[in-house]
């Protein structure tokens, strides 16, 4: 009798341990994830799937610069996931909690710090950007494609 109750006991510890140690990401990015707009374009810069897992990785630079120096290319940079991802209706991708990177991120719990210096919001003055630079970055979502794409 004591060796079942012991048991029971291990059992259900084993199950807590399970639970807890299940990725965040599978609530977020599982049927239950928050609903996302949908992006410019039909497809991100690495398969969906893998986008929803391995975001972070292909982002975090100053947290891990050897990782970071093998993969920096422009494929992954910031301001192309901002220029297609940024709400259709705030202009940014964390200025809401229906914003896309905010969605999933309120939803998991997860707190950035990239927005201290990076632009939630295309064509925004990026840290240490040169202007020449911001000519080159000419994007879908520059203000009023309608008037021919001139300047504002
Ligand atoms: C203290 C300021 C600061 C913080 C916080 C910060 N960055 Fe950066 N980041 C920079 C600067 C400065 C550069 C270099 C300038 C550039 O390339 O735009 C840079 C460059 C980058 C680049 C390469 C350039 C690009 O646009 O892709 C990526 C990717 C990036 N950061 C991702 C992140 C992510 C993800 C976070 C949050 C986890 C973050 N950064 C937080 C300052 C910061
Ligand atoms: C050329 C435009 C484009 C760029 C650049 C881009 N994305 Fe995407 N992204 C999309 C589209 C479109 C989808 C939806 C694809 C689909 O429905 O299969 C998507 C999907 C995603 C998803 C999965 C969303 C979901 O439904 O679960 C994540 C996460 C994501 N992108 C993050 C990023 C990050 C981080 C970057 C920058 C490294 C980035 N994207 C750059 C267009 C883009
Ligand atoms: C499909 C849901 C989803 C979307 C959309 C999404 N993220 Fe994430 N992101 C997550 C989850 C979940 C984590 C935490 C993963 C973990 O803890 O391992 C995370 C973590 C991160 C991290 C690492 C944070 C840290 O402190 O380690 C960065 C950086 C990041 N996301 C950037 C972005 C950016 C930028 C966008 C928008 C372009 C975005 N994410 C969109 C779900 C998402």
Not at 36 to 53: A, N, P, Q, S, W
Request: aromatic letters at 4%.
């Amino acid at each position: 009798m004591a060796r079942l109750s012991s048991w029971l006991r291990l059992a259900a510890l084993i199950g807590a341990a399970a639970v807890l140690a299940a990725p965040s990401f599978q609530a977020a990015a599982g049927a239950d994830k928050p609903k996302l707009e949908h992006g410019k374009g039909d497809k991100c810069v690495e398969d969906t799937d893998f986008m929803r897992r391995n975001h972070m990785e292909l982002l975090k630079h100053h947290r891990d610069e050897t990782v970071h120096q093998g993969i920096r290319t422009t494929k992954y940079s910031l301001k192309q996931c901002v220029a297609c991802h940024a709400s259709e209706k705030t202009g940014s991708v964390a200025a809401t909690k229906e914003d896309f990177c905010a969605a999933c991120h309120s939803y998991a719990g997860v707190k950035l710090d990239c927005w201290d210096c990076h632009a939630t919001k295309p064509m925004a003055k990026q840290p240490g950007q040169a202007d020449a630079q911001a000519e080159v970055k000419a994007s879908p979502l520059m203000p009023n494609p309608q008037n021919g794409g001139a300047k504002q």
